[in-house]
């Protein structure tokens, strides 16, 4: 996500590097290299030379502070514009009432049934208790693909197979959630492949009859500069609250991200970083900022962790860790928290300084499946006590996984490194751990 636009932007920052300060004349090539890089990610030529003009007059306007060198002080200058750009601060997410209603919109293709999904995921690992409501009478499919993600994160859907009136389908599902005591509804609307006058009667019928406290416009990412003209479309009859962006994770310039927020003044509120229903974070201008820049964004890694915490299976981990008792069962729960947290390049880029290292790396999701492989192929008891996996059981292991024998042993003695490391952390001990190392 935005590399290309990174390392546009990196490079326009060296033509300013060596220089003792910031000009009119050594900026100009710096500004023009900077509008080229937001043009090739696709965002609008109105808001990319309204940027760049900002990003001039602020430079120019300012010192160079003697411990900062100009092209850092452009960096600063084009995080802040990139922040403010794209909204500033986090927008808030309205969930009171009972139950606060959420109505979902856009246009088909752009992810909105399965956004629907990874909402109703988020809020009830926050605690919330949602109801799926499907409103697409015109798509079985649609209808179908919702009841296959609330079972795949029991969340309960409701719908009305025989009906064809998406406003009474609306209004019976709160009365369902008021019934059934559920807190949050989210209404899944039908889409259109392209914006219509039938279409957007019915939404806006649905909105007036349900009064939400959030209708969001869910928007394929990858789309571009057609993302940010549907946005305009629907926000000059639908007067939305905030965006949604799916397919981050994907090979997207960016540009609607960039620009959405200046074309139709409507916060970005959540972002789709992945296929996975835990691939959902909400939209933080600066992280995104940063992670434009090359500069990580530790505030949504920590986000991301602390959805997959289980405070329980916590306790249960620490308890074993103290014993030294941490098994290959442990091991194999601690990577599934892992790949939960979504696409792992994505993830690593998150971590300040690790982006950039990273770049040319292919960081496959398919990291893990070797050593997943190897762990099945071992028998409930080798799992549970690792120390007697000798080596005839190392080479059935190996084949029954599709491994070799050198692959076997490497994993159970990294396995056992780790092992005693989180053993020393978990009591307490860290300079017995330090010393180990050395």
Not at 152 to 160: G, H, L, N, S
Request: net charge positive; glycine share 8%; charged share 30%.
């Amino acid at each position: 996500m935005f590399e290309k636009l990174s390392e546009k932007l990196e490079r326009s920052f060296k033509v300013l590097k060596g220089q003792g300060k910031i000009t009119e004349i050594n900026i100009a090539e710096t500004i023009k290299e900077v509008r080229r890089a937001l043009l090739d990610a696709d965002v609008s030529f109105t808001v990319a030379r309204q940027f760049t003009d900002r990003v001039k007059a602020k430079a120019l306007g300012m010192d160079v502070i003697n411990s900062l060198k100009p092209s850092q002080l452009m960096v600063k200058i084009v995080h802040d514009e990139l922040t403010a750009l794209m909204g500033g601060e986090e927008s808030k997410f309205d969930l009171l009432g009972d139950p606060a209603v959420v109505l979902m919109s856009g246009l088909q293709g752009s992810g909105k049934t399965t956004f629907s999904g990874k909402l109703a995921n988020r809020l009830k690992k926050d605690g919330r208790t949602p109801l799926l409501v499907a409103c697409d009478v015109y798509r079985p499919a649609a209808i179908e693909q919702l009841k296959v993600l609330g079972e795949q994160i029991d969340v309960p859907v409701y719908c009305e197979p025989d009906s064809k009136d998406p406003v009474q389908i609306a209004l019976n599902g709160i009365a369902e959630a008021k019934r059934t005591g559920r807190n949050v509804v989210i209404v899944d609307t039908a889409g259109r492949l392209a914006v219509d006058e039938q279409m957007m009667q019915e939404i806006a019928a649905i909105k007036n009859a349900i009064r939400p406290n959030e209708t969001l416009f869910v928007v394929d990412s990858m789309t571009g500069q057609d993302a940010v003209n549907t946005a305009k479309a629907f926000n000059d009859r639908l007067d939305f609250d905030g965006v949604v962006l799916t397919k981050l994770d994907g090979d997207t310039r960016g540009g609607a991200a960039l620009s959405i927020r200046a074309v139709v003044d409507k916060p970005i509120k959540w972002v789709g970083t992945g296929e996975k229903m835990e691939a959902i974070d909400p939209f933080r201008p600066a992280g995104m900022a940063d992670r434009i820049l090359g500069m990580g964004d530790i505030v949504s890694f920590v986000d991301r962790m602390q959805q997959q915490y289980d405070e329980e299976q916590a306790r249960e981990l620490e308890k074993k860790l103290k014993k030294n008792q941490f098994d290959f069962n442990d091991f194999l729960q601690q990577i599934g928290q892992i790949k939960k947290m979504g696409n792992l390049k994505d993830l690593a880029s998150m971590i300040p300084g690790v982006g950039k290292m990273i770049k040319d790396i292919d960081i496959s999701d398919d990291a893990f499946k070797s050593i997943e492989a190897i762990i099945y192929s071992m028998t409930p008891l080798e799992r549970s006590k690792p120390e007697i996996i000798n080596g005839s059981r190392r080479k059935r292991i190996a084949l029954g996984s599709g491994t070799n024998v050198e692959q076997v042993n490497r994993l159970i003695k990294q396995f056992e490194q780790t092992r005693k490391m989180m053993a020393q952390v978990a009591s307490g001990n860290p300079l017995k751990m330090m010393r180990r190392r050395k």
